[in-house]
């Protein structure tokens, strides 16, 4: 199983929005909607952010929003702070239960 | 508050094996999914394998299938990671990581570094 592409980095102005691709194929991001994004901070666990494509967790603020388009996914970021520089991830569920995660995106904030 | 607590990590030589475990607490442990997902150095997260909540079906990642076994007591609240005939390239931090619906990874422990060298 492949991992899902996603761009190695994007960035944003504070307070500006960024948007991160995760791309797969009708395998996996196109044939499911388990598609779920990842915060990571350096030397720390990643954290839970979205599910199901577009669901947020309790506790997580209404600026991360997700979409899907046939075999892409996106986070958007909105409202940046400061504290949402981060790497990120997307997974998403897979042809007879694989389990794939996305390539990584460093999100700065300028 | 959910914990996830991995030991068992350390430094292995290449064709040996290695147990880690997760000792899990502030949850039905028996009730979720459970998984193991890994970072190796300055990498990307790579999923690795998953158990159902009452142990009756496991999957594994195309990397590790055959060499790596994993499983659960609902007794004790734990989960374990058998790791045979490592290689370098299963160097990384290893999580466990509560599990929810289809490869939703809800939480996350602290993470336990192996590293396979000689």
């Known amino acids: 199983q492949s991992a899902l592409t996603q761009p190695p980095s994007a960035s944003g102005s504070l307070g500006q929005s960024v948007t991160i691709s995760c791309t797969g194929t009708s395998s996996d991001v196109g044939g499911y909607k388990y598609v779920s994004w990842y915060q990571q901070h350096p030397g720390k666990a990643p954290k839970f952010i979205l599910f199901?494509?577009?669901k947020r967790p309790t506790g997580v603020p209404d600026r991360f929003s997700g979409s899907k388009s046939g075999n892409t996914a996106y986070l958007t970021v909105s409202g940046l702070q400061a504290e949402d520089e981060a790497d990120y991830y997307c997974s998403s569920y897979a042809d007879t239960n694989n389990f794939v995660f996305g390539t990584g995106t460093k999100v700065t904030v300028l | 508050q959910v914990q996830l607590v991995e030991s068992g990590g350390g430094v292995v030589q290449p064709g040996k094996s290695l147990r880690l475990s997760c000792a899990a607490s502030g949850f039905r442990f028996s009730s979720d999914g459970m998984h193991w997902v890994r970072q190796a150095p300055g990498k990307g997260l790579e999923w690795v394998a998953v158990i159902w909540y009452d142990g009756s079906k496991k999957y594994y990642g195309d990397s590790v299938k055959g060499r790596f076994t994993i499983s659960r007591d609902n007794a004790k609240n734990t989960l374990d990671l058998q790791m045979n005939s490592l290689r370098v390239e299963d160097t990384a931090v290893y999580y466990c990581?509560?599990?929810?619906?289809?490869?939703?990874?809800?939480?996350w422990g602290q993470g336990t570094l192996v590293t396979v060298s000689s």
């Open positions: 990581v509560r599990g929810r619906g289809y490869g939703e990874y809800i939480d």
């Open positions: 199901e494509v577009t």
